[in-house]
T-cell receptor
């Protein structure tokens, strides 16, 4: 069974801090995604990566960046955290075929004070 | 713009009641369709999917969904819900490339 592990379930940071959210998958998937989940808005795609060092912007990339140095790890970076980035962040991965169901991590609930 | 609309944000049912959650999408091309479920405190997981063939698909835990192409709909159904079905349900549509569009979600609460 695919395992997608997010480094933290809960995180509290201060405005202006640089924040790193880590995600690791153990099934050699090519494609990895970062979403944020907000009530009434569903999941919105921030960034995705289809290969090591490759990344594409999603629907709401502003204020975020990503890093994929190794195939199994996909990091989301909040360059200077702001209160409107308080949210649930979900990482997901899929194998090479892009229309397959996504495998999700447990999520990181991030609060920016 | 492509979008996915889930008709209800909150649904409250008693055990043994029948469930139907609506999902409509706006895209005229070929689609792959998914329903995901998120139980309290757990990660999102796949409930069922439609790629092609029989438009009535069956998933885990007695759920099924029907793809009606002419109505751009993929409604989720279950004849008799249980308390353990309390969760948030997301409809999702893959339209091509790497992008999957998710609906806003429907929170289902089943009273024991």
């Amino acid at each position: 069974d695919v395992k997608v592990t997010q480094s933290s379930r809960y995180l509290v940071k201060r405005t202006g801090e640089k924040v790193f959210l880590e995600c690791v998958q153990d099934m050699d998937h090519e494609n990895m995604f970062w979403y944020r989940q907000d009530p009434g808005l569903g999941l919105r795609l921030i960034y995705f990566s289809y290969d090591v060092k490759m990344k594409e912007k999603g629907d709401i990339p502003e204020g975020y960046s990503v890093s994929r140095e190794k195939k199994e790890r996909f990091s989301l970076i909040l360059e200077s955290a702001s209160t409107n980035q308080t949210s649930m962040y979900l990482c997901a991965s899929i194998p090479d075929s892009s229309n397959q169901p996504q495998h999700f991590g447990d999520g990181t609930r991030l609060s920016i004070l | 713009a492509q979008s996915v609309s889930q008709h209800n944000h909150h649904v409250i049912l008693s055990e043994a009641a029948s469930l139907e959650l609506g999902c409509n999408y706006s895209y005229g091309g070929t689609v792959n369709l998914f329903w995901y479920v998120q139980y309290p405190g757990q990660h999102l997981q796949l409930l069922l999917k439609y790629f092609s063939g029989d438009p009535l698909v069956k998933g885990i835990k007695g759920f099924e969904a029907e793809f009606i192409k002419s109505k751009f709909s993929f409604n989720l159904r279950k004849p008799s819900v249980q308390w353990s079905d309390t969760a948030e349900y997301f409809c999702a549509v893959h339209t091509g490339g790497f992008k999957t569009i998710f609906g806003a979600g429907t929170r289902l609460f089943v009273k024991a």
